[in-house]
């Protein structure tokens, strides 16, 4: 059974990545570390340097995600800083940005990556949708509440997790670096 370890702080993250891990037959358990992120406006470059750094503390094998909003009509923003935005103005904040703009479309991305020794592999994933009116749902984290992904009535808020890895962004780049990681195992 391969195990691995999410570097993370964010309990919602690892309980996500996990159930994606499972359909893999990887377990996926939190780093005894921290995460350490560099600031940058690419969060693939973010990703990149978060796992070079678990790694070299850590000596196992370790994946490393990071994750935006970013809203069409804000030009991309919050983007690689919606960490702070989320602390700082929260989903109110957002959605006072957008009040009388109609376009409202927005999209959730991901990028990860995965070292186990010398091998470091990487990938991400996006969903698109557009931002809700007003927060609905208690489920999930941080900006869920007010995220309808395309497709759907309902906020990522308003959905269990199962759910919510049908379409979210971190179940698609998880997906397709467990992907990588398998088809290289088997050769
Ligand atoms: P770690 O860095 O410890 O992994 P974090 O919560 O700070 O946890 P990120 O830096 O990747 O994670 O996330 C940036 C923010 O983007 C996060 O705090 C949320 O506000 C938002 N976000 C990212 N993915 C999200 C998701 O699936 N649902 C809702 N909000 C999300």
New binding site residues.
Partial sequence: MLRIC?????E??LR?VRAVGGEFGVVVEQCPA??I?IQSES?EE?VLK?AMLAYFYLNKPVL??????YINALGGF?G?Y??????TIGLNGVLKLLREIPDRRAC?K?AVALVLGDVLLTATGEVCGYIANEPRGTK?????PI?IPNGETRT?GEMELEE?NKY???AIAVRRVLQKLLSLRSY
């Fill in positions: 999410l570097a993370t702080s964010n919602h993250k996500e921290p995460k992120e969060i973010i978060s490393v995600e990071d994750a935006g909003l919050p690689p919606s960490s702070y935005v989320y602390k959730f991901s999930g984290f941080g900006f869920d995220f990522f919510k979210s962004h971190r």
